[in-house]
């Protein structure tokens, strides 16, 4: 079943249950400009609108595919309210930070795989301990790319 969101440009859509290991859900949509807080401290993301469906908020391990036939990334994924900014008032995001990837995506339609929940979404005293778990979060997602075990 697929679920709309307000956003006529983002899809939602749960795989079967046979499916579950890689990926459990996928979510596609166009990349849409943010507050670019991402790339103000290192981690730029691709940032599509996400309605609420069921889906945890957390920080996955996932591949982003760029149009219909293009490459697929490694990224390290968030959905949620970004609490450390803006508490339970922010606007539910998904923010895909493509590994080892340059360019620009906006308005680019992308396919973003959530495989693996890294961890729940938590709030942060501040930007300085944000980033530090933000290379953990890195570095679990290339734990999972090479196959290995994730920690968060």
């Known amino acids: 079943m697929e679920h709309r969101s307000p956003n006529p440009c983002v899809h939602v859509v749960p795989l079967p249950r046979k499916e579950i290991a890689p990926p459990v859900l996928e979510v596609r949509g166009v990349v849409e400009h943010g507050d670019e807080r991402g790339r ?22 996932g591949t982003v595919r760029v149009g219909p036939d293009g490459a697929e990334h490694v990224a390290a994924v968030s959905v949620g309210h970004r609490p450390t900014y803006y508490g ?7 923010e895909a930070h493509l590994l080892d990837f340059s360019g620009d995506l906006y308005g680019r339609e992308v396919v973003v795989s959530l495989h693996v929940r890294l961890r729940p979404q938590r709030r942060f005293s501040g930007s300085a301990d944000l980033v530090e778990q933000l290379r953990r979060d890195v570095a679990g997602t290339r734990a999972w790319a090479a196959g290995t075990p994730a920690t968060g």
Do not use: I
Not at 41 to 61: I, K
């Open 40 to 61: 103000t401290l290192g981690f730029p993301t691709a940032n599509v609108a996400v309605p609420e469906h069921g889906l945890r908020d957390g920080v996955w391990a």
């Open 88 to 94: 339970r008032d922010g606007a539910r995001l998904l």
